[in-house]
């Protein structure tokens, strides 16, 4: 069992719409997590941070850290044909030098 | 301020050939990190250094080397490449948060 799980998608909504992403996990000793956004043929960049549990927002942004799931979600609000990219979840314990990422999620918003 | 640049962006190698990509990052930060991402396979760890003078293995080391020359750069070298080898490389830092920043990427074909 891989120590992140992510689906793969794709995953294609309309524009405006609602995502949600999701990752999980089997590590309990992670407290860092975050989103990255990976445009094609670029590197990835961070999205969000989260510390432990709890949510943070950013503008149409929201992610969601639920410690005694193991589960991570990141929601998109009012979808942009710009969202269009994959999605990595990663995490990573305090200490420790190694971040664990997800697959990815390759994300379409249609116009 | 140019954050993880990479060089080169490209590059096409014979089998049995050798090079070396190179990292510099502006951050001042301690931990480099080197990287492949194949399709499905998600980002896998080949090496990293937590800081000037100590390099580690990651996930996938074999067939690899890596030199921290200095706090700014890190270099990753292939002795004799496979096609096995044919992925898209990408050098990353890690911030007082954990959270990592990337370069651009090369991609490295091996024919």
């Known amino acids: 069992q891989k120590e992140v799980e992510q689906d793969p998608g794709p995953l294609s909504v309309p524009e405006g719409a609602i995502v949600s992403l999701n990752c999980t996990y089997s590590?309990?000793?992670?407290?860092?997590f975050m989103w990255y956004r990976q445009y094609s043929r670029k590197g990835p960049e961070l999205l969000m941070y989260?510390?432990?549990?709890g949510n943070k927002e950013d503008g149409r942004f929201t992610a969601q850290v639920d410690k005694s799931s193991k589960y991570i979600s990141l929601f998109i609000r009012d979808s942009q044909p710009s969202d269009s990219a994959t999605y990595l979840c990663?995490?990573?314990?305090?200490?420790?030098?190694?971040?664990?990422f997800g697959a990815g999620t390759r994300l379409f918003v249609k116009a | 301020n140019a954050g993880v640049t990479q060089t080169p962006k490209f590059q096409v190698l014979k089998t049995g050939q050798s090079m070396t990509l190179q990292c510099a990052q502006d951050?001042?930060?301690?931990?480099m990190y080197w990287y492949r991402q194949d399709p499905g396979m998600g980002l896998r760890l080949i090496y990293y250094?937590?800081?000037?003078?100590?390099?580690d293995k990651g996930e996938v080391p074999n067939g690899y080397n890596v030199s921290r020359l200095n706090k700014r750069e890190f270099s990753l070298r292939l002795e004799s490449a496979a096609p096995s080898q044919t992925s898209v490389y990408f050098c990353?830092?890690?911030?007082?948060?954990?959270?990592?920043?990337f370069g651009p990427g090369t991609r490295l074909t091996v024919l």
């Open positions: 990663a995490m990573s314990a305090t200490g420790g030098f190694k971040t664990i």
């Open positions: 590590n309990s000793a992670f407290q860092y």
């Open positions: 989260t510390y432990s549990s």
């Open positions: 951050m001042n930060h301690n931990s």
């Open positions: 250094s937590a800081s000037e003078g100590t390099t």
């Open positions: 990353a830092t890690t911030g007082a948060r954990n959270e990592q920043f």
